[in-house]
């Protein structure tokens, strides 16, 4: 695509989207001191804005709740007993799983434990885990307790995979170097599938096929992938994975995340884990004195029935991403951050660097700005001048232009002021 470097022509380009329409949808943050003039949000990669239908959503819930109690349960407008099935194959097609596969559940980090409980196995001899070495570092804190719960040491039983010397990036080659070496020693992966501070997008597949030569479990944090990326969970072959709800799908702070166990998993009754009554036959559920029966696919990964009003907040955000769809939102997105790439490149400054990979099929909507010799000063002036970003440390911008509230004229706008700030 040929850009330009205007306002202008910033402004045609929003003429012709064809998702303009949803900006409309969000609610927008305003300036304190002018409640007219809309601050410009890039960071849908750390919390999504709120539509305007949630308020609603959540409503009816209340309602319900007020007018019939607990028999909201069964008599509600979206009953509550099986309300989480009113969000699955929603979440499954956004990251491309079956149904059978996904189940909204718990939060990000609590899922991951769970189903390490599940695919963490450890014996004397195969007992590593592979993570990235800057993974996210509720990751890191996982997968030490993990280990240390099954008395490892992680200083031993924790490999890290990590960017060649001065570079920001992974390779993948790097990992197979690391299987290659120590593969029968290494008894599972938990790698994110979008890196949260370079944001650069991992091969999922091609993980998943490295791992599974040496029988390791392959599983795959989504929280900056979910909404953002299509990571064809089913396809991609990886044995779990767990993301949130609150970044790019827009469901609000703290919301319930989701998880996927592949579907050969499906029937795997002998398969470990903790187990609570929502995880029980729907059927035979409610007679309390009947044997744990657990039901197939992810949702034999629940244990307690889950907070409904978050859940009313998720099915406001999924109705819109079921009415767009994920190929609609990545053709806007790879338009919208390639229009980023090419303004901040045309900063032509040797203090400016975009550390995201260059190839779209490598990254999403997050681009990671690296300014040489910054702080955190830089941040607060172009948060002063009307951005609302996100500051890594130690010299790192993250932006992201989300494709269902986000505009050309702001990735102008927004490139315009870090260039003046600069």
């Known amino acids: ?16 989207d064809s998702l303009q329409k949803y900006r409309s949808k969000f609610y927008i943050p305003t300036n304190d001191n002018d409640k007219e003039k809309e601050l410009i949000y890039l960071c849908g990669n750390s919390l999504g804005l709120q539509p305007k239908t949630t308020k609603h959503y959540i409503q009816e819930v209340l309602d319900d709740w007020a007018k019939l109690g607990v028999e909201g349960h069964t008599e509600a407008k979206h009953p509550w007993l099986p309300y989480h099935e009113f969000l699955t194959d929603a979440m499954a097609e956004i990251v491309g799983a079956k149904p059978i596969e996904v189940v909204v559940m718990n939060t990000l980090t609590t899922n991951l434990h769970l189903l390490m409980v599940s695919f963490y196995r450890p014996t004397a ?23 240390k719960f099954h008395g490892y040491n992680p200083k031993d039983a924790i490999i890290y995979w990590k960017p060649r010397k001065g570079g920001e990036l992974l390779q993948i080659g790097d990992l197979q170097k690391i299987v290659d070496k120590q593969g029968d020693e290494i008894a599972m ?5 979008v890196n949260y501070y370079t944001g650069q997008v991992l091969n999922l597949k091609k993980i998943a096929e490295i791992g599974h030569q040496k029988n390791i479990k392959v599983g795959i944090d989504l929280a900056h992938g979910a909404g953002n990326i299509q990571p064809n969970l089913h396809d991609s072959d990886v044995d779990f994975a767990a993301w949130c709800t609150y970044k790019y799908l827009n469901s609000g702070p703290g919301s319930l995340g989701a998880l ?33 029966d657990v039901l197939p696919g992810a949702e034999g990964w629940q244990l307690s029935n889950p907070p409904i009003l978050s859940m009313a907040a998720i099915r406001a955000s999924l109705d819109i991403f079921k009415e767009v769809g994920m190929k609609k939102i990545r053709e806007k997105s790879d338009k919208l951050t390639g229009y980023l790439e090419f303004l901040i ?10 550390i995201t990979p260059k190839d779209k099929n490598q990254r999403g909507a997050q681009l990671s700005i690296q300014v040489k010799d910054a702080d ?35 990735v102008y706008r ?7 700030s600069i």
């Open 189 to 193: 992966f938990l790698i994110g599938g």
């Open 125 to 147: 001899k195969k007992y590593k885990v592979v993570v990235e070495s800057d993974a996210f570092p509720s990751d890191k804190y996982a997968v030490e307790s993990q280990v």
């Open 1 to 16: 695509m040929s850009y330009q470097n205007s306002l202008k022509y910033a402004q045609e380009q929003d003429k012709k």
């Open 376 to 410: 955190k000063s830089l941040h607060k002036k172009i948060t002063d001048a009307g951005v609302i970003s996100d500051w890594r440390e130690p010299d790192v911008i993250r932006v992201a232009p989300v494709p269902l509230y986000n505009s050309f004229e702001d």
């Open 260 to 292: 996927f166990v592949h579907e050969k998993y499906a029937r795997d009754k002998a398969l470990n884990r903790f187990a609570g009554w929502w995880s029980h036959n729907k059927q035979t559920r409610f007679n309390m004195r009947k044997e744990y």
């Open 345 to 354: 490149n045309e900063i032509n400054s040797d203090k400016v660097k975009i």
């Open 414 to 420: 927004f490139v315009s002021i870090l260039k003046e």
